[in-house]
């Protein structure tokens, strides 16, 4: 089946710093990838649509230039989260579709980040 | 109103139990509808996928879709204590890589 690959699986950085995180489909070409942040206890919620060669689509209240997107290849999409504040910390998850949805979605295993 | 609701849970159930877990929605134009599973500090897993009413049965799992009435369910029978995880309903508006919009979650534990 369709592999989602997420890395790293948790960082801990310091506030000011930014980190990157990694999106690869393992088995097939995205299009397009979505990035969703988690807290504790919550659903998922949408930050941004990954699309390649172009730019992100962000949901409303997402800082487009907090959370940089890159999506450069049909199999790698980038979530660099630049100055990163305690706020930041959360459970980020990426998720794509051989079929463009037509057989739902595969998700990521997720990178736990904490901003110390 | 959110556009997904999910009953909040969390349940408990013995092992060997049915399971029934649930999710409204007001977007009648909703048309993909999948379940999750999550397991802690995971990234969710795909359980089932459906876009039409009526049943589709995997193993111990039953998706049951009702778009008349925008309800759908998740049955899991014979549960056992590693089907214990918080479960996602999802579901998204027809076309191609669109976004998933996702019920809260129910937590589920399910006791040996």
């Known amino acids: 089946g369709a592999v989602v690959s997420q890395h790293p699986s948790w960082v801990i950085c310091k506030s000011g710093t930014s980190v990157k995180i990694e999106c690869r489909s393992l088995?097939?070409?995205?299009?397009?990838m979505f990035w969703y942040r988690q807290f504790p206890k919550q659903s998922l919620m949408l930050m941004a649509t990954?699309?390649?060669?172009?730019?992100?689509?962000?949901e409303q209240g997402v800082e487009k230039d907090k959370f940089l997107i890159n999506h450069a290849s049909l199999t790698l999409s980038t979530l660099t989260v630049t100055s990163a504040h305690p706020e930041d910390s959360s459970f980020y998850i990426c998720?794509?579709?051989?079929?463009?949805?037509?057989?739902?979605?595969?998700f990521g295993s997720g990178t736990r980040l904490t901003v110390v | 109103q959110k556009e997904v609701e999910q009953d909040p849970g969390p349940l408990s159930v013995p092992e060997g139990a049915i399971v029934s877990l649930n999710c409204t929605y007001s977007?009648?134009?909703?048309?993909?509808f999948m379940w999750y599973r999550q397991y802690s500090r995971k990234g969710p897993e795909l359980l089932m996928y459906?876009?039409?009413?009526g049943n589709k049965e995997d193993g111990r799992f039953t998706a049951q879709v009702d778009k008349s009435s925008k309800y759908i369910s998740l049955f899991i029978r014979d549960s056992q204590p590693s089907d214990s995880a918080t479960y996602l309903c999802?579901?998204?508006?027809?076309?191609?890589?669109?976004?998933?919009?996702f019920g809260s979650g129910t937590q589920l534990t399910v006791l040996p």
């Open positions: 998720s794509a579709s051989p079929g463009g949805g037509a057989d739902g979605y595969t």
């Open positions: 088995d097939f070409q995205a299009t397009t």
């Open positions: 990954s699309n390649e060669g172009s730019k992100a689509t962000y």
């Open positions: 977007n009648s134009a909703f048309q993909y």
């Open positions: 459906t876009y039409s009413s």
């Open positions: 999802a579901m998204s508006l027809p076309g191609s890589a669109r976004q998933l919009t």
